[in-house]
């Protein structure tokens, strides 16, 4: 089964300053990668997604991710982060195999707070 | 276009009560897909409908259903409430799946006393 680790459950960073959101995944078959943010009282809104092709992926407001299939990571950067940037960051996971897709698996979540 | 709709955003039930929860997607998309999100657990799946049918179950006891209706309009029913279902109910919409990254409600907060 696959699985996904984010290995900070809490990152501080001031304005301005460039951050890194660690993910790690496990999955024996291909998998599709995403990241998704969570401000306080609300749902979950798409960053961007990695479905194949370049492993370089940008997203909304900034962010992007690269994919690595060696060191099955999909870490988030963003060169300078806002203050509007502090939210929970989940990274997901799904499984494709013969046209079939199992469950989005979501990691525990990586709060950021940035700080002026 | 309108995003996906929740209701109730807010919800407080009794142990041992029911609860219907409602899911209005994005219109055109026709897969549907539930998740319980609690500080210990994080979001876990619950179901997946797409045209009407289950596609997907998570592990969830039976006091958990769901159901899609034509209109890919979605509900999800919880019985016999316990107070570990007190949670946030996050339902997403897609058009064909999670392929394309899911579109969420701003969920419904239940709290169970």
């Known amino acids: 089964a696959q699985s996904v680790t984010q290995l900070d459950s809490q990152v501080p960073v001031f304005e301005e300053a460039p951050v890194e959101l660690r993910c790690n995944y496990s999955s024996s078959v291909s998998v599709y990668l995403f990241w998704y943010v969570q401000y306080p009282n609300q749902g979950l809104q798409l960053l961007l997604k990695?479905?194949?092709?370049?492993?370089l992926v940008k997203g909304i407001n900034g962010f992007e991710a690269e994919f690595n299939k060696s060191q099955t990571s999909f870490h988030l950067r963003k060169p300078s982060v806002h203050i509007s940037d502090t939210a929970e960051y989940f990274c997901a996971v799904t499984v494709h195999y013969g046209g079939s897709q199992g469950n989005l698996i979501f990691g525990k979540g990586t709060k950021l707070s940035v700080k002026p | 276009k309108a995003g996906v709709t929740q209701t109730p955003r807010y919800l407080i039930k009794t142990r041992g009560q029911q609860v219907t929860l409602s899911c209005s997607p994005i219109s055109g998309h026709r897969s549907v897909s539930w998740y319980q999100q609690t500080p210990g657990q994080g979001l876990q799946f619950l179901f997946e409908?797409?045209?009407?049918?289950?596609?997907n179950k998570g592990n969830f006891p039976g006091r958990f259903s769901g159901r899609q209706f034509s209109n890919s309009r979605s509900e999800m029913n919880v019985s016999t409430l316990e107070l570990g279902d007190s949670a946030l109910y996050l339902c997403?919409?897609?058009?064909?799946?999670?392929?394309?990254?899911?579109?969420f409600g701003s969920g419904t907060r239940l709290t169970v006393v």
């Open positions: 997403a919409s897609s058009y064909w799946g999670q392929t394309y990254g899911y579109t």
């Open positions: 990695y479905l194949s092709g370049s492993t």
């Open positions: 409908y797409f045209s009407e049918t289950q596609r």
